[in-house]
């Protein structure tokens, strides 16, 4: 698929749930979320049904998302389904790793190789406070049980937070010197409410670069590793693994968007940072046939926008969905 500026549109998030173990504070307000009605949230067999309309269209990527992936029923026997569908070129997971441990497994022999793990501090007393109760060593030991089994690339992704790993960036980086990890850096981005809880944090990834390169050496470019996305990624000298850095917010990269995403309550949204969505959930549910839902991913396309940045001052205001209920 094409949109209307002559973007090529190739991938999907899907997330397959709007509820999380963890309450990271830019992501959720302290009582948490209320989470959609069961009745609410697409199917498993709804999920499927989309991809298939998707890759008809020429969607060949697709990551899974949530709120938290592994906590959904029945989600392994769903990514095993998806990676049988013909056509598709890459499947990959995004998860907050307090399952990973123990699903690694599982997970790996489904037929996919990437996993993202969001991880925002390497210290114990950190963790529990931006996750509000999180345990540390269980992330970590699916990092490591991650690596054990195979997966590659394993990226950890991480917001840059001042007050929050400000001390920790040169830490993270040193993570690439021992293990083949590759870690991201992203800027904290406006979307819902609860990221003004840590809105006086944000830091450019520009500065975070600036604090690896005065510890450790310069950082020198190198190509993306299979990803596709919008990070810029650097390694340093014998290092296993690399460094990237996300500029969501100081560097525009809308003129390569290739993506569009699916919400847990089956709505088609365009854009991150812009409030339009599509419902193909209620279009599955009263029969429509496939070329109705593909109309449907036709409709979301032109609503995609050239840029999201003028979206996020909408955003930004305190309207509109948080992270978790998008998906990450």
Known sequence: MEDRFGRRINY???????RCNLRCLYCMPPEGVTAKPREEILRLEEILRVAQVALQLGITRFRLTGG?????????????????????EDLAVTTNGTLLARLGRQLLDTGVKRVNVSLDTLNPD?????????????VWDGIVEAL??????????TVALRDYNGGEWVDFARLTLEYPLHVRFIELMPVGTSWKLAGGSFVP???VQSAIEQELG??????????????????????????????AMSGHFCASCNRLRLTADGKIRPCLHDQHEVDIRSA??????????????????AL????????????SSGSGRGMCQIGG
């Open 148 to 157: 054990k089994l195979g997966f590659q690339p394993v990226k950890i992704n």
């Open 68 to 88: 938290e992936p592994l906590l959904r029923k029945g989600v392994i026997s769903l990514i095993r389904s998806l990676a049988l569908l013909p056509g598709v």
């Open 284 to 301: 599955i549910r009263s029969g429509a046939g496939d070329e109705e839902l593909k109309a449907l991913f036709y409709q979301a396309l």
């Open 126 to 138: 950190k963790f529990r406070r931006i996750t509000r109760g999180g345990d540390f060593r269980q």
């Open 218 to 247: 310069e950082l020198r470019p190198v190509a993306d590793l299979q990803g596709g996305g919008p990070a810029k990624y650097y390694a340093l000298p014998g290092a296993k693994g690399t460094i990237g850095f996300i500029h």
């Open 304 to 315: 995609k926008p050239a840029s999201c940045h003028a979206a996020m001052d909408a955003s």
């Open 12 to 18: 999907l998030r899907v997330s397959v749930t709007d």
């Open 205 to 207: 990834c520009g500065e």
